[in-house]
Antibody, heavy 119, light 107 residues
Framework: QVQLKETGPDLVQLTQTLSITCTVS????????VHWVRQPPGKGLEWMGA???????DYNSAFKSRLSISRDTSKSQVFLKMNSLQTDDTAKYFC?????????????WGQGVMVTVSS | DIQMTQSPASLSASLGETVTIECLAS??????LAWYQQKPGKSPQLLIY???SLNDGVPSRFSGSGSGTQYSLKINSLQSEDVSIYFC?????????FGGGTKLELK
């Protein structure tokens, strides 16, 4: 069955870099696009970026040049890396699979990893 | 970026009641609208895509409608397990954007 699981730190220091891994199973990264979405505590959802099945990427300009998404298809893993973290980057970070025929619609989500940025 | 505005922000309803949640896009999104349900502490789950297509396994009491800039999610015969936060999301143009959410509680 389709599964996504995020792993990463609980706590990151102010101005440091966040690295999260999304490990997927039940589908191929060369067939489906995988996205990153975050949710600050008690707030709404914010799309961050995507890894396309062909290997390209797309980013929300709100994150300017802070965000980088990459993958290792041999390990079925997608990576999020974001630098210069601030306290308002405290959020739960989700990876999600895109529905095959509907760009930007997410049919399977990981459980998320809650990251706190501490000063 | 396309702005998505949901209303109401919170809603209290009784078991068996019908509830409707509205979503307004800042521009025409040509039915490229999805609805998600998020239970406390869980990840969002896709309910509806392309404004009115029910995702696999979603109960038929959920339905979506709308066009242009105005969309709605209707829940018929409210059940206790429907207590959640509901988000709309446009997938017409990147960056994909979400509404602020509607918190549905039982009265």
């Amino acid at each position: 069955q389709v599964q996504l699981k995020e792993t990463g730190p609980d706590l990151v220091q102010l101005t440091q870099t966040l690295s999260i891994t999304c490990t997927v199973s039940g589908f191929s990264l060369t067939t489906y696009n995988v996205h990153w979405v975050r949710q600050p505590p008690g707030k709404g959802l914010e799309w961050m970026g995507a890894m396309w099945n062909g290997g390209g990427t797309d980013y929300n300009s709100a994150f300017k040049s802070r965000l980088s998404i990459s993958r290792d298809t041999s390990k079925s893993q997608v990576f999020l890396k974001m630098n210069s973290l601030q306290t308002d980057d405290t959020a739960k970070y989700f990876c999600a699979r895109e529905v095959g025929n509907y760009p930007g619609v997410f049919d399977y989500w990981g459980q998320g990893v809650m990251v706190t940025v501490s000063s | 970026d396309i702005q998505m505005t949901q209303s109401p922000a919170s809603l209290s309803a009784s078991l068996g009641e019908t509830v409707t949640i509205e979503c307004l896009a800042s521009e025409d999104i040509y039915s490229n609208l999805a609805w998600y349900q998020q239970k406390p502490g869980k990840s969002p789950q896709l309910l509806i895509y392309y404004a009115n297509s029910l995702n696999d396994g979603v109960p038929s009491r959920f339905s979506g409608s709308g066009s242009g800039t105005q969309y709605s999610l209707k829940i018929n015969s409210l059940q206790s397990e429907d207590v959640s936060i509901y988000f709309c999301q446009q997938n017409y143009d990147s960056p994909w954007t979400f509404g602020g959410g509607t918190k549905l509680e039982l009265k």
